[in-house]
């Protein structure tokens, strides 16, 4: 579970950083931006590790249905932001885009280590 707290410090504090350069002009976008990644990548993360740890042969289906659902997820999210919320587009895109790929490359990373056995008791 160290891994989720990684997650949401490291996305915090560079959301707090990006603010203090970009001044706070684009803090909604940057914040929404943040969220829904981080949201996802935790709740992922959860997921996979709570998943290997209980019944490792189930991970691959387990994975295949979050996939699903994150796509879903994530479509409807960008869609809400951008008309719901009204989010000016180009500060929220570079902000989701941004912690989108940096939480998925975070999250393999995880898992590589995960499943080499270099994760297990870090509860």
């Given at each position: 579970?160290?891994?989720?707290?990684?997650?949401?410090?490291?996305?915090?504090?560079s959301g707090?950083?990006?603010?203090?350069?970009?001044?706070?002009q684009f803090?909604?976008?940057?914040?929404?931006?943040?969220?829904?990644?981080?949201?996802?990548?935790?709740?992922?993360?959860?997921?996979?590790?709570?998943?290997?740890?209980?019944?490792?042969?189930?991970?691959?289906?387990?994975?295949?249905?979050?996939?699903?659902?994150?796509?879903?997820?994530?479509?409807?999210?960008?869609?809400?932001?951008?008309?719901?919320?009204?989010?000016?587009?180009?500060?929220?895109?570079?902000?989701?885009?941004?912690?989108?790929?940096?939480?998925?490359?975070?999250?393999?990373?995880?898992?590589?280590?995960l499943f080499?056995?270099?994760?297990?008791?870090?509860?």
């Amino acid at each position: 579970m160290r891994a989720i707290g990684f997650l949401i410090l490291t996305s915090v504090t560079s959301g707090l950083l990006a603010l203090a350069v970009l001044g706070g002009q684009f803090r909604l976008e940057v914040l929404i931006g943040m969220l829904g990644p981080l949201a996802v990548a935790t709740g992922s993360w959860w997921l996979v590790e709570r998943t290997y740890t209980r019944t490792p042969e189930r991970l691959t289906g387990t994975m295949m249905g979050a996939f699903a659902v994150k796509m879903v997820f994530f479509a409807a999210y960008v869609a809400f932001a951008l008309k719901g919320l009204n989010l000016r587009p180009a500060p929220f895109v570079v902000s989701f885009t941004a912690y989108f790929i940096a939480l998925h490359v975070t999250e393999a990373l995880y898992m590589r280590r995960l499943f080499a056995g270099e994760l297990r008791g870090s509860r």
